[in-house]
């Protein structure tokens, strides 16, 4: 059974940082493609970063330049580090993993890490 955990989020100042975790169980975590989405009071889910089995990665334009995903193999662990975070970031923040590999259908969640970022 696949399960995604995240951790990591809170509440920081605009300009802040901060690194979400998201711990996978239950899978060849190295075959998947892996994903960051978030989705904000009102609006739709975004997609944020994904990183695949190669380790090729991609972001959305709005976070391009301040967000960095990695994964450790070892540590069936998924990271996104959040730089110079702005008030438009805050928003409930979702691992995903694609067992397909082409990170274009994730079908499994972790359950959401609350990020907020005050001006």
């Known amino acids: 059974q696949v399960q995604l955990v995240e951790s990591g989020g809170g509440s920081v100042q605009a300009g802040g940082s901060l690194r979400l975790s998201c711990a996978a169980s239950?899978?060849?975590?190295?075959?998947?493609?892996m994903g960051w989405f978030r989705q904000a009071p009102g609006k739709e889910r975004e997609g944020v970063a994904a990183?695949?089995?190669?380790?090729?990665?991609s972001y959305a334009d709005s976070v391009k330049g301040r967000f960095t995903i990695s994964k450790d193999n070892a540590k069936n662990t998924l990271y996104l580090q959040m730089n110079s975070l702005k008030p438009e970031d805050t928003a409930m923040y979702y691992c995903?993993?694609?067992?397909?590999?082409?990170?274009?259908?994730?079908?499994?969640w972790g359950q959401g890490t609350q990020v907020t970022v005050s001006s």
């Open positions: 995903a993993a694609d067992a397909g590999g082409s990170c274009s259908l994730f079908g499994y």
């Open positions: 239950g899978y060849t975590y190295s075959s998947y493609c």
């Open positions: 990183i695949d089995s190669d380790g090729s990665t």
